[in-house]
C-alpha cells in the first residue's frame, strides 16, 4: 500500500466559521463534494490548501456528534483494501459498518482507533481508459 496523500480534517456542525478561520490563515477552497450519503448521513466535504501546499479537510454532516468538532486525519491510498485491512488488523473500526462511502470518483471508510482517533482512508478511482 502507498499513501498518496496525508492531512487533517476537522468534522463541525459550523463549517462556515471553520473555513473562514482558514481562509484567514491563507488557505483557499479547491473543490466541495456536497450530498455524499452514507449510513443515513449526508455530508459535504470542502478541500482546502494553502500556498505551502499542505491540505485540510472541511467536514459538514447531519449526523449527531458528541462535540461540535472533531479532528482526525485523511489518508489517500492507492489501494483501499489493503489499507483498511491494515487498520482492522491494528483495532480500528469503520464508523459505517461494512459500508464504504463511494462517491464515482473516490472509495472512503471512516475508521476509528480503539483508543478514538480517526482515520479516513480514501482511494481516488480511475475512470478506465479507452
Known amino acids: 500500500m502507498k499513501i498518496t496523500s496525508f492531512n487533517p480534517f476537522i468534522a463541525t456542525a459550523r463549517p462556515d466559521e471553520t473555513v473562514s478561520l482558514f481562509e484567514e490563515m491563507g ?46 486525519i485523511r489518508m489517500n491510498v492507492d489501494d483501499f483494501d489493503e489499507a483498511c485491512r491494515m487498520l482492522l488488523d491494528h483495532g480500528f473500526r469503520n464508523v459505517y459498518g461494512g459500508e464504504t462511502v463511494q462517491t464515482g470518483s473516490s472509495k472512503a471508510a471512516m475508521m476509528v482507533s480503539p483508543s478514538g482517533f480517526c482515520i479516513s482512508v480514501i482511494q481516488h478511482l480511475k475512470k478506465p481508459e479507452m
Open 27 to 72: 488557505f483557499e477552497k479547491r473543490h466541495i463534494k456536497q450530498g455524499i450519503e452514507i449510513a443515513d448521513r449526508n455530508d459535504t466535504v470542502i478541500r482546502m490548501k494553502d500556498a505551502n501546499g499542505f491540505h485540510l479537510d472541511v467536514l459538514q454532516s447531519n449526523e449527531e456528534q458528541p462535540r461540535d468538532d472533531s479532528i482526525g
